[in-house]
């Protein structure tokens, strides 16, 4: 059966980058801790999923239309500028691509769109009896999972696959429900302001009443609590935004066709893959 592996490249490469316990030079003094951490990693979770057809999809510097929408979204991520480069993941990112080439590896820097777009266009794409797996810790992704599709959170040891089940026993959500419920509940790491009052608990027992986020502000006035009515009702516009900003809709053009994401793993090494780019 035919699996597409997508990842998110930013996001595992930020992950290894910040994660590795040292900056660690290669015999030419080289920084590669990140590419290292990336590469290992990677080949890791190939080999959890045994992709048939794979794509690793970074983010690119270009605007960004969700900042049309509202421009305090990403506000509060770190101005990487003001850093040295060689104290950013971005001055391994070529050695990333390289490696990527090396091991056959398709993948795409955006243009436009954002790498959540991108991966959600071959969500919605999918073909058949195609599985895909999304690896990455966006939590914007748990609104494409389904029955064929599964979001993986790589840890190590402790990498979790994340299906309908696992949100409904988590969140009290379908994955349908996602966006709505993150619009109520707001997103820090996206600057992403929710409804006052409004946890995941309340969320989650809103969304059970009423199913859709639309269906609740349509009869926030009918609701008995004072302060969540309340609320509701101050938040309309602002809860109507927040679903633009995390709804993924599959509208973003495909980078590859199926035919060019074919992949085999190669059976290498990180240590392998890395001598064989120079590192």
């Given amino acids: 059966m035919p699996k597409l592996l997508l990842v998110d490249g930013s996001n595992l490469l930020f992950q290894m980058f910040y994660g590795m316990p040292a900056r660690i030079?290669?015999?030419?003094?080289?920084?590669?801790?990140?590419?290292?951490?990336f590469t290992g990693a990677l080949l890791k979770i190939v080999r959890m999923t045994s992709p048939t057809h794979m794509a690793v999809i970074f983010d690119g510097e270009h605007k960004n239309a969700r900042r049309?929408?509202?421009?305090?979204?990403?506000?509060?991520?770190?101005?990487?500028?003001?850093?040295?480069?060689?104290?950013t993941p971005f001055s391994q990112l070529e050695d990333v691509k390289r490696a990527l080439d090396h091991l056959g590896i398709r993948w795409f820097e955006t243009v436009e769109n954002e790498t959540d777009d991108v991966i959600a266009?071959?969500?919605?794409?999918?073909?058949?009896?195609?599985?895909?797996?999304?690896?990455s810790y966006d939590s914007d992704f748990f609104q494409l999972i389904g029955e064929k599709v599964t979001v993986l959170r790589y840890r190590g040891v402790k990498t979790a696959f994340l299906t309908p089940g696992t949100l409904r026993e988590k969140l009290g959500v379908e994955p349908w429900q996602y966006a709505g419920f993150k619009a109520?509940?707001?997103?820090?790491?996206?600057?992403?302001?929710?409804?006052?009052?409004?946890?995941?608990?309340?969320?989650?027992?809103?969304?059970?009443?009423?199913?859709?986020?639309?269906?609740?502000?349509?009869?926030?006035?009918?609701?008995?609590e004072g302060a969540v009515k309340a609320s509701l009702l101050r938040n309309k516009e602002r809860l109507r935004k927040n679903l633009r900003l995390i709804r993924l809709d599959?509208?973003?053009?495909?980078?590859?066709?199926?035919?060019?994401l074919c992949f085999s793993d190669p059976g290498v090494t990180t240590n392998e893959a890395l001598r064989g780019i120079g590192l």
């Fill in 25 to 37: 030079v290669n015999g030419d003094g080289k920084a590669i801790q990140g590419t290292l951490g």
């Fill in 68 to 87: 049309e929408i509202d421009e305090d979204y990403k506000a509060n991520r770190p101005d990487l500028g003001e850093v040295p480069e060689e104290e």
């Fill in 121 to 135: 266009a071959y969500a919605f794409s999918r073909e058949g009896d195609e599985k895909i797996v999304i690896a």
């Fill in 184 to 224: 109520l509940t707001g997103d820090g790491a996206d600057s992403i302001r929710g409804a006052e009052g409004i946890g995941p608990k309340t969320a989650m027992r809103l969304l059970g009443t009423h199913k859709t986020l639309e269906i609740l502000l349509e009869k926030a006035g009918e609701l008995p």
């Fill in 250 to 260: 599959g509208s973003a053009p495909l980078p590859f066709s199926r035919e060019e």
